[in-house]
């Protein structure tokens, strides 16, 4: 094997098991909610942002790229800036926080735990998961629900960091996660 992909399994072990044990930081500290932060700014300040469909394809096009873009050279940056003898673990930490593994499994429990109190409950605990409307799910649509949920989540959860950070390390599956939140903010056609 070659030595990127030594360096890179053990680092995304030693970051899975950080997730495992640690789970993510409050919203405040998490780097996806800048993320959204930044998409939300850049949305509505990029030039063309409410003009036709043209103007609107061509802005999009220009966040789609530059925040991506900006935020694989902002990490590497980040890596290469601090000392040598802390960049692993700094590397490590930063990886962990591409994975959602911990608060997937935790949220799963929580429909688990609210079902068994009862339906209304667990119909409420699996609304935090999903977004659809949960009012009308009996206990076997509650549990479906959240096992679809899991099943979906676990791609961008844990699949998708796992594979970006074996070929690019941390600033890649950082990558990942803009454009995982690009995609969840902005990549919807719900606009008129």
Same mark, same amino acid.
Do not use: C
């Given at each position: ?22 789970? &993510?930081?409050? &919203? ?27 103007? =609107? ?33 700094? &590397? ?28 209304? &409950? ?25 096992? =679809? ?44």
């Amino acid at each position: 094997m070659p030595d990127w992909f030594d360096r890179n399994g053990a680092g995304l072990l030693l970051a899975f098991t950080v997730d495992a044990l640690v789970g &993510e930081p409050p &919203e405040a500290l998490h780097p996806v909610s800048w993320m959204g932060k930044v998409i939300g700014l850049a949305d509505q300040a990029v030039p063309g942002r409410r003009g036709g469909p043209v103007a =609107e394809r061509v802005s999009g096009s220009v966040v789609a790229i530059a925040l991506p873009a900006g935020t694989f050279w902002a990490v590497r940056k980040l890596l290469q800036a601090v000392p040598d003898r802390i960049r692993p673990a700094t &590397e490590v930490m930063l990886l962990s926080l591409a994975f959602a593994g911990r608060s997937l499994f935790q949220a799963a429990k929580d429909v688990q735990r609210d079902l068994a109190s009862g339906i209304d &409950e667990g119909r409420a605990a699996v609304a935090r998961m999903v977004g659809r409307d949960t009012a009308e799910l009996d206990g076997a649509g509650v549990t479906r629900a959240a096992i =679809e949920s899991v099943a979906e989540n676990s791609n961008d959860g844990v699949i998708a960091p796992v594979f970006y950070g074996l070929i690019g390390g941390a600033p890649l599956a950082m990558t990942y996660k803009m454009i995982n939140t690009l995609d969840s903010m902005i990549g919807y056609r719900d606009r008129d």
